[in-house]
């Protein structure tokens, strides 16, 4: 049998065969077919596109078989993680992604919850005994609470680590770029990460709000004025987005797709969202903005076969965070509003387990220099940047 034939097409069909029997199979059986495990991090393919990478033979069928397809299979197992980190503790978990895409996520939020619930059966039969919501299935599961007391599974966001490893990453950059006093914008500021976002950098810098609601941004203002030290502004118009220094974007949103073009020459984007909110093709062509992807981390001694579209040994911060529980041996939930504490504790975790933010890695750290020289034309004499 031809390799491309095995690998291509039997190999994922009978992969996703095996899941859906795991499922049905008692929990002894299942932990002896595909060996021990202390976490699994749920996933869902952000579009059409990351389906057929896994099946190629799904972009053979008609659409009214895709769209079936998606709607009804099962929860499946997508590889095996293990890691060693710097200490030289060991872990290993699963990837187990449900079948809905980004675009499905938020409208189909009743197939959405009930396809996780399944997806956390297949992690208990596994024998794990945490799991970590990737990409959407925080946002449709109000930041996990509506999955406590519906599973005996320890559960987390990992958006504490996440809002850890930006806050570090944009601190470095402004300090990095010599940045004096600039206006930071928060795209999706009243979303879970967004607010932690908040409720930290609005100690020390001046920040631009920006949500899709008024009546929300003003309410969530008012939350936040013990947390608001500098001049803050509040806007539901993304043409404000003209007059920020840094662009943060976390929104649960897939089709909101920021431009070069609508940013401030000179700007920095950092792209914490999933699917990303600024990966239209005018921030690879343009030499007005500088972007970057945030959440990234460095993870030693990770085994993981299955391509996320990051460099080698990189996971998103979530996934990082999950990890870093299972090492810990931290069983407990983190779910709902981002715990500050708990913020400061992961990243105290990660720094002895030897993970390490991506934007500091060495090939990494040329980007932030060039981008002083790339950009230093189309800054001019702002003189709110030295
Ligand atoms: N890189 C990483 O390591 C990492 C880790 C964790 C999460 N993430 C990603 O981070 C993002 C946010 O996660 P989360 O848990 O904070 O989600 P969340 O709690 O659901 O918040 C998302 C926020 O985005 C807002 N939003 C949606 N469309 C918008 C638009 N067009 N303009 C402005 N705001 C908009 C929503 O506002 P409404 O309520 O008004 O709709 C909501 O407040 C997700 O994309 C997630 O996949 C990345």
């Not at 929860?75 to 872990?91: E, F, M, N, Y």
């Not at 300090?175 to 009243?190: E, H, K, T």
Request: glycine share 6%; net charge positive.
């Amino acid at each position: 049998m031809p390799n491309s034939l095995w690998r291509k097409w039997l190999c994922p069909l009978l992969c996703s065969l095996r899941d859906g029997l795991a499922l049905l199979l008692p929990s002894f059986l299942v932990r002896r077919l595909y060996g021990p495990a202390d976490f699994a991090f749920l996933v869902h393919p952000r579009d059409l596109h990351d389906v057929e990478r896994r099946y190629p033979f799904f972009r053979k069928l008609s659409p009214q078989v895709r769209e079936w397809v998606l709607r009804y299979h099962w929860p499946v197992v997508l590889d095996k993680i293990s890691v060693r980190d710097a200490l030289g503790r060991r872990t290993t978990g699963y990837l187990i992604s449900i079948s809905l895409t980004a675009d499905q996520m938020l409208p189909e939020r009743i197939v959405a919850k009930k396809k996780i619930l399944r997806a956390l059966k297949l992690a208990e039969k596994l024998g794990c005994k945490i799991v970590g919501l990737g990409a959407l299935t925080a946002s449709v599961t109000k930041a996990g609470t509506w999955l406590v007391g519906r599973t005996k599974l320890a559960l987390t966001t990992g958006n504490a680590y996440t809002v850890a490893v930006a806050c570090g990453d944009i601190e470095q950059l402004i300090a990095q770029l010599a940045l004096v006093d600039p206006l930071i914008a928060v795209v999706g500021c009243y979303g879970n990460i967004g607010e932690a976002l908040t409720k930290i950098l609005g100690r020390r810098h001046r920040l631009m709000l920006i949500g899709r609601a008024s009546e929300m941004l003003f309410a969530f203002l008012d939350r936040m004025k013990g947390y608001l030290d500098k001049e803050t502004m509040i806007s539901t118009d993304l043409d404000a987005l003209h007059e920020a220094d840094i662009v943060i974007t976390v929104t649960n949103s897939p089709s909101l797709k920021l431009t070069a073009e609508m940013l401030k020459p000179g700007a920095i984007v950092y792209d914490l969202a999933q699917p990303p909110n600024a990966d239209h093709p005018s921030f690879w062509q343009s030499d007005r903005v500088q972007h970057l992807n945030g959440g990234y981390i460095q993870v030693p001694g990770l085994e993981m076969r299955f391509d996320l579209g990051l460099p080698k040994g990189v996971v998103f911060a979530c996934l990082a965070e999950t990890i870093l529980q299972a090492l810990e041996r931290d069983f407990r939930h983190h779910v709902g509003c981002v715990d500050l504490l708990h913020v400061a504790l992961t990243q105290r975790w990660a720094w002895r387990a030897g993970f390490r933010p991506a934007l500091g890695l060495p090939e990494k750290e040329r980007v932030i220099p060039n981008a002083c020289e790339r950009f230093a034309h189309v800054r001019g004499n702002d003189t709110r940047m030295a």
